[in-house]
């Protein structure tokens, strides 16, 4: 099977473009992040902007509050390697001064600019300057209209909400828009994507906002841009961590990747998940193993493994692996025992070896060993592993005789 049929097909929306990156039709889910710098401080923030590019976001967004955020915005977007959204908060004005700076887009909150007129004079300029707008509606910030209307931020008010706003760019003739209908609250900000996505063709920006600091928030986010991913809606997607950004672009990048909605590339790290047969820390080496190939640009499956007895089968189909054996670390090519190494050497042998199949493949890296040899060696340490430890390694079936003795006695 396919596996890759299980994700429903995307919904198609309407294609537009931020600067050179489309968004929607069938360009592929992009990934946004968003500074934390003063806009106003404009090597901080290009310093920011970059680090964000390199973690994976394609568009970046800055806060454009005040005069000076928006003259900062000037001298960032020509320096930027990606495009750069303003984001808006009740100044209309801050949206006019953005698209004089010359950004790729803005994002609107429509419970924040509420008078008709302000949203009609942004929208004509935004038509005619050809800059995209997202409506970014939150639950939190609803014109208190549709609070006394619904009771609460319903997904109904929040869909009515990004309609009421395209009424009034509609009434402009633009309709280079993107919507998003962000929560804090995982349930209602699906099933209000759900709704919106059932009434426009527009793009869609996922996101759970405010969903805090990680591990809790990247789990939120996850939960609710996947879910939607899988039923084929959103076009691309911000992670709203309490942290620093970067960890934001990492995670768009890393859950698309696994989704298989982009392509790989970095490493896909598996490990196992330890037992009482290990030989290392495998938590410690995993993580040593992320750090050093955090900033690569490998796209490789590698495999963090605790033993020799069934870390190499277990993980036979990654590109490289190493598995603890005794003191030492036996790497491993598709399932292939390739060198021993020393313990202290495993992840630095790793990357080598990494680099070395990422530029010259599989085959090249099997061939410049000898096979045999290094079989024979790593099945030293397998023996060994199996005659001190048994093959019930965390003494399971001797427990289970006492557990038995216990009940009958
Ligand atoms: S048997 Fe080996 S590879 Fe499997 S979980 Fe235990 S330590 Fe890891």
């Known amino acids: 099977m396919d596996v890759s049929s299980s994700l429903v097909p995307r919904k198609p929306t309407r294609q537009i473009s931020v600067g050179d990156v489309e968004v929607g039709g069938d360009a592929p889910v992009s990934i946004q992040s968003m500074t934390i710098t003063k806009t106003a401080d404009v090597e901080g923030t290009l310093q920011q902007i970059y680090a964000l590019a390199a973690a994976g976001a394609d568009i970046v967004r800055c806060t454009c509050n005040e005069t000076e955020a928006a003259e900062g915005l000037a001298q960032i977007v020509p320096r930027s390697p990606v495009p750069i959204i303003a984001d808006i908060h009740h100044q209309y004005k801050m949206a006019l001064a953005a698209m004089e700076a010359g950004v790729h887009g803005l994002r609107l909150n429509p419970g924040n600019i509420r008078k008709p007129d302000h949203i009609r004079a942004v929208a004509a300029e935004a038509r005619d300057r050809g800059i995209p707008i997202r409506i970014g509606v939150n639950a939190g910030s609803l014109d208190p209209s549709l609070y006394?209307?619904?009771?609460?931020?319903?997904?109904?008010?929040?869909?009515?909400?990004?309609?009421?706003?395209?009424?009034?760019f509609d009434e402009v003739g633009f309709d280079a828009i993107k919507i998003s209908v962000k929560a804090s609250s995982v349930p209602l900000m699906v099933e209000a994507y759900r709704q919106l996505s059932e009434v426009t063709d527009h793009p869609l920006h996922l996101g759970v906002t405010e969903a805090g600091p990680p591990p809790a928030g990247l789990v939120k986010a996850t939960a609710g841009i996947a879910t939607l991913l899988m039923e084929g809606i959103g076009d691309t997607i911000r992670y709203s961590l309490t942290a620093d950004p970067v960890e934001e672009a990492r995670a768009g990048r890393q859950l698309l990747e696994a989704l298989g909605l982009r392509e790989r590339k970095n490493v896909d790290l598996i490990a196992c998940p330890s037992c009482g047969r290990a030989e290392v820390d495998v938590i410690e080496v995993a993580n040593q193993a992320m750090e050093a190939f955090a900033e690569k640009e490998l796209p490789l499956q590698i495999a963090v493994?605790?033993?020799?007895?069934?870390?190499?089968?277990?993980?036979?189909?990654?590109?490289?692996?190493?598995?603890?054996?005794?003191?030492?670390?036996?790497?491993?090519?598709?399932?292939?025992?390739?060198?021993?190494?020393p313990e202290d050497e495993m992840v630095g042998q790793l990357v080598e070896w990494a680099e070395f199949i990422s530029e010259h493949g599989v085959d090249a890296a099997l061939e410049r060993v000898d096979l045999v040899k290094a079989a024979r060696e790593a099945e030293k340490d397998r023996a060994k592993l199996l005659s001190d430890q048994g093959d019930d390694a965390n003494r399971s079936g001797e427990k289970i005789v006492e557990i038995r003795k216990t009940a009958r006695s």
């Open 305 to 341: 493994m605790g033993c020799v007895v069934n870390g190499p089968g277990e993980a036979r189909d990654a590109d490289l692996g190493i598995a603890a054996g005794n003191k030492r670390g036996h790497l491993f090519v598709k399932g292939q025992n390739v060198a021993v190494v």
């Open 148 to 168: 006394e209307k619904y009771g609460s931020a319903t997904p109904e008010a929040m869909v009515e909400s990004a309609q009421q706003e395209m009424a009034y």
